[in-house]
């Protein structure tokens, strides 16, 4: 199938203007109401306790804090402090529509069946985020970096996740870090140097290694220079074949 | 001469009972003077108040107040109550008070420093008055402290470094008043972020550590050559990306 110039810049522009769209329909009115209306869009809840709890009806000030799972910095004003919704059957992607909620500073999805990847924005979406615990769910991907971003994490709760790659190094910049457990996951490589995590904060992740873990290995016995030469000539051969 | 001396004591008897009687009634009970002295250094337009009565044994039938099962109080509910006036340090006295309530009013003063005493505080919420002066240190002396919330006052001087001792801390907002100084973020202040002291334009945020710490000393001749590796393969795959990006822009849209 072959394309003529203006055809395929048409189809460029429409592809770009869809995903403008969509962008836009994500970063709507920056309040928490509509914080708490997009993420019980987002999820699947098959037992019902957002369903049941969660009604948008009754509009008085303050309404959101009777909601299950929520806890508001006042009760008589609609600003969310803390969302708790551990052990709900929930499924989906992790919801980014929490960005919505400005104020939030801990948030407990464990126990849920959320899956896909943690957004690598995520210190855009949690900004003030003290308590993160994403525990217990099918996550998969690595660990974003921009999580080292989030400076207030206090506590950060990972395990039982199918996480893969590194503990990105820069973790060791989060000073108000107490709690980080990774246990049950498939990381891989040097762990970071955290200061009183323990050693059973890593377990069960075959990969790990380094302190306070047993050191790392030393790779395979093939050379590096082998390695690149062969990597040069393929790519020789690829960027010259039309 | 009998008589008068039987009368005479009879008359000492009289006085004596009505001196105790009347020394019972003064002194009565202390809560109640507390909180009727606060009553008498406000100004209630609503009649919030018109329950708090003097003369009763406790203050445990007043509207907007509840006790315990020993008559002592536990509760003040007096929020958006349109009180103007001031806090009172007889306030201080109520030694098993739970929850202080009195927010969205008019009200002015300072906070005493008596209200360090009320060690059985659980929650302290005097947000949306106009209170002046000073966050005592002494409220660093209240272990069972969940919230306190003193926002969108005109609250001045420093946070003082005492409350970083309350380790029962959960809810804080100083956002909103003329607070000045560092943010302490040690202790239960770890938990802390921007958002209880926004809009106090002379704090100043803690320092971040800037630089990571050093890694682990083990194992880096392992992990250098690991990179080498992988940076091959990240050539290669760049440059099949940038052809084919180079194919579909360019070479496609002449093969009309």
């Known amino acids: 199938m072959v394309l003529s110039s203006r055809t395929f810049c048409a189809h460029v522009i429409i592809i770009n203007f869809l995903l403008l769209l969509s962008c836009n329909m994500v970063y709507g009115t920056p309040t928490d109401i509509f914080c708490l209306e997009s993420i019980k869009k987002s999820l699947e809840d098959p037992y019902g306790y957002l369903n049941s709890s969660w009604d948008f009806n009754n509009n008085t000030e303050g309404f959101i804090c009777r909601f299950t799972g929520v806890e508001c910095w006042h009760p008589d004003e609609n600003k969310v402090l803390n969302l708790k919704l551990s052990n709900m059957g929930l499924k989906g992607q992790f919801p980014r529509a929490i960005q919505n909620c400005s104020s939030l500073t801990g948030l407990d999805l464990s126990i849920n069946k959320l899956s896909g990847t943690i957004p690598t924005d995520i210190n855009h979406i949690l900004e003030y985020v003290t308590t993160l615990d994403l525990s217990s769910n099918d996550f998969s991907g690595t660990i974003p970096v921009g999580l080292a971003n989030c400076s207030y994490l206090n506590s950060l709760k990972l395990d039982q996740n199918q996480l893969t790659g590194q503990i990105p190094g820069q973790f060791s910049t989060l000073s108000r870090l107490k709690v980080f457990t990774v246990t049950n996951n498939l990381l891989t490589g040097q762990i970071p140097n955290l200061r009183n995590i323990s050693a059973d904060s890593y377990a069960n992740n075959p990969g790990l290694c380094g302190s306070p873990l047993p050191a790392c290995q030393a790779p395979p016995s093939k050379s590096n220079s082998a390695v690149i030469a062969e990597a040069a000539v393929s790519e020789f051969i690829v960027c010259h074949v039309n | 001469m009998m008589g008068l001396f039987s009368s005479l004591m009879s008359s000492f ?14 002194s009565g009970n202390a ?11 406000l100004s209630d337009p609503n009649s919030v108040l018109q329950s708090w009565d003097a003369t009763l044994v406790n203050p445990c039938t007043w509207f907007n107040v509840t006790c315990n099962s020993d008559n002592s109080v536990t509760h003040i509910d007096l ?16 030694s098993n008070l739970q929850n202080l309530e009195a927010y969205g009013n008019n009200l002015n003063g300072t906070i005493p420093d008596e209200f360090g005493n009320l060690t059985n505080l659980v929650s302290l919420e005097l947000f ?21 919330r003193l926002n969108n006052n005109n609250l001045s001087g420093n946070i003082p470094m005492s409350l970083t001792n309350v380790g029962s801390l959960q809810v804080l907002d100083f956002s909103n008043n003329h607070l000045t100084g560092d943010i302490p973020n040690n202790g239960s202040f770890s938990v802390l972020t921007p958002l209880s002291f926004h809009n106090n334009p002379g704090l100043k945020p803690p320092k971040y550590q800037t630089s990571p710490l050093p890694p682990a000393p083990s194992s880096s001749a392992a992990s250098s050559s690991v990179l080498s590796v992988s940076s091959g393969s990240l050539l290669l795959g760049l440059c099949s990306c940038l052809f084919s990006l180079h194919y579909l822009l360019v070479l496609l849209p002449y093969q009309d």
């Open chain 2, 79 to 94: 929020g958006n109550a349109n009180l103007s006036g001031q806090l009172v340090p007889q306030l201080g006295q109520l």
């Open chain 2, 13 to 26: 008897l009289l006085l004596a009972i009505l001196g105790f009687g009347l020394v019972l009634i003064v």
């Open chain 2, 31 to 41: 809560e109640v003077d507390a909180l009727y002295a606060w009553k008498m250094n």
């Open chain 2, 128 to 148: 949306f008055n106009r209170l002046s002066g000073p966050i005592p240190g002494t409220l660093g002396k209240l272990q069972k402290l969940r919230e306190l």
